[in-house]
Nanobody, 120 residues
Framework: QVQLVESGGGLVQPGGSLRLSCAASGSIFNIPTMAWHRQAPGKERELVAIITSSGHTNYADSVKGRFTISMNNAKNTVYMEMNSLKPEDTAAYYC??????????????WGQGTQVTVSS
């Protein structure tokens, strides 16, 4: 199996910053992509940012210029630096990875989520 463990969420004032981390562990051969999604109460889960193992990134329009996703391939870890946070960024943030395990095809795994609350 593969486990994704997130950390770094919390309460921050508007305009503040947070850094999320997500480490994948288990029988992993390769991780082509990792991503962060979020879900606010009463809303559908949405893709926030995605990164490939070669470093290509893509962001939701709502976070462009404020959030930065990065990946440490050697550590199977993805990060997201979140700056200029707004109350509308409040949500549970979920890490997602497409993982190639030894002897299997590509599989999707999710973390348990970490809460980010932006409030004064």
């Amino acid at each position: 199996q593969v486990q994704l463990v997130e950390s770094g969420g919390g309460l921050v004032q508007p305009g503040g910053s947070l850094r999320l981390s997500c480490a994948a562990s288990g029988s992993i051969f390769n991780i082509p992509t990792m991503a962060w999604h979020r879900q606010a109460p009463g809303k559908e889960r949405e893709l926030v940012a995605i990164i490939t193992s070669s470093g290509h990134t893509n962001y939701a329009d709502s976070v462009k210029g404020r959030f930065t996703i990065s990946m440490n391939n050697a550590k199977n870890t993805v990060y997201m630096e979140m700056n200029s946070l707004k109350p509308e960024d409040t949500a549970a943030y979920y890490c997602q990875a497409n993982v190639l395990r030894y002897g299997t095809s590509l599989e999707e795994f999710w973390g348990q989520g970490t809460q980010v609350t932006v409030s004064s």
